[in-house]
């Protein structure tokens, strides 16, 4: 509807034609598909690798340099302007819109993947479970709110205080001026519709699966692509029937409620399972990642082709899943926090976020890193769609806690 209004007819229908030839592909010829993305990605990992992890570091930068100047008193909005909704309610809504989905499938799976794989240093070692609380705090900690920021805080300025539209062109008008009204805006409208039909795509395919082996384990519902299908199109409608009733009745209730269900399951999880150990993992895990930040950010395996190799499946991987999320998810966020300053959004965005993500980590993967170094083990070997289940299979309730999982 935004690019049928927006769009210049020609190109509209063009871009329409573009996406469902894509989709029908995927469908139709799902393995040469995917071997086509798999070797644009080796493409751009092997020439452009650089440039992503300069990009993410820099934007990073930007972010906390702009945090501490005089512009972080600025309203997006009129000087008068206040917040739309209470800053719980805002944050349920970023933070659901930027990680949910994604924080439920790797919470368990990720730390378990570099535990049994580090990039450096022996596998399954005491060093192994630190690196991997420490590259997932990397992965899911201040570099993707900083990319979201950048694009949101863009919007969210020049449609507030400027009058522009609130669509991903206004964000290049200081650039371009008033073309951002004709082909050219239009043009990265386009781009950035695309953009998010990749990273929707990724974030309904790992969640479309685990629900699967969800439901798997508890019914036993076969796990297939057509069961997938079935739970791809239940999302589907969900998202639509909490858009079609306005972000006050849908979005924000939706929010809100995924929240207290997160913050459920994980209570259940740190009281149940090794409680001492999951709180030294976050204070031990938040120091390490602090001290390496810098390190981490611009490290290149040049010289080690297999830990390069991991780099290309992770950091580069979440890298441009994140920058495909940013338009979407840069354009909600905006639209969320009109009235207030800059300073707040920032802190908002970039801290609250971050915080609850170590939390999340600390909790799940803390967990089962406990189980495979103390306990009786077997989550490190199970899938990644599985792993968060192998996880629950071991506490109380498990049944119950299972159920919850996929519910969320």
Do not use: K
């Not at 297939?224 to 998202?239: A, D, F, Y």
């Not at 071991?394 to 049944?399: D, F, H």
């Amino acid at each position: 509807d935004h690019l049928r209004r927006h769009t210049n007819p020609p190109v509209f229908l063009i871009s329409g034609a573009v996406i469902l030839a894509f989709v029908v592909a995927g469908t139709v010829f799902t393995g040469a598909t995917g071997e086509a993305a798999s070797a644009v990605q080796r493409f751009i990992s092997t020439y452009f690798g650089w440039f992503y992890v300069l990009s993410v570091s820099f934007f990073l930068i930007f972010v906390l340099g702009l945090l501490f100047t005089r512009y972080g008193r600025v309203r997006l909005g009129g000087d008068d302007s206040r917040a739309e909704f209470s800053t719980w309610s805002w944050f349920a809504m970023l933070f659901t819109a930027g990680m949910g989905i994604g924080l439920v499938f790797y919470g368990v799976a990720e730390p378990m993947a570099h535990y049994l794989a580090p990039p450096v240093g022996e596998a399954e070692s005491a060093q192994a479970a630190q690196e991997a609380m420490h590259l997932s705090f990397f992965h899911w900690g201040l570099h993707p709110w900083a990319i979201y920021i950048v694009l949101g805080l863009s919007l969210g300025y020049f449609a507030f205080r400027r009058g522009l539209p609130l669509r991903p062109a206004s964000a290049f008008y200081p650039l371009i001026g008033e073309r951002v009204n004709g082909w050219v805006g239009d043009l990265i409208d386009i781009l950035a519709v695309f953009g998010t039909v990749f990273g929707l795509a990724t974030s309904l395919g790992i969640g479309a699966t685990q629900i699967n082996a969800g439901l798997e384990s508890l019914f036993g519902i076969p796990s297939n692509i057509g069961v997938q299908l079935l739970i791809i199109l239940l999302i589907t409608s969900i998202t639509a029937t909490s858009v079609l009733l306005g972000i006050r009745r849908g979005i924000r209730r939706l929010s809100v409620i995924n929240m207290y269900l997160a913050m459920a399951l994980a209570l259940f999880v740190f009281l149940t399972g090794p409680t001492i150990f999951i709180l030294n993992t976050f204070v031990g895990s938040v120091g390490y990642y602090f001290q390496n930040l810098i390190g981490t950010s611009f490290q290149m395996f040049t010289l080690n082709e297999e830990a390069a190799a991991w780099q290309t499946s992770w950091t580069i991987f979440y890298w441009g899943w994140w920058i495909s999320w940013a338009p979407f998810v840069g354009m909600f966020i905006a639209r969320i926090s009109r009235g207030r300053t800059i300073r707040q959004f920032i802190v908002g965005t970039l801290l609250a976020p971050t915080g609850a993500s170590f939390g999340w980590f600390s909790i799940f993967g803390g967990a089962a890193l406990h189980s495979e170094l103390f306990g009786e083990g077997g989550i490190a070997q199970s899938p990644a769609e599985t792993a968060l289940f192998a996880l629950l299979s071991q506490l109380p309730v498990a049944a119950i806690l299972i159920t919850l999982a996929c519910a969320l």
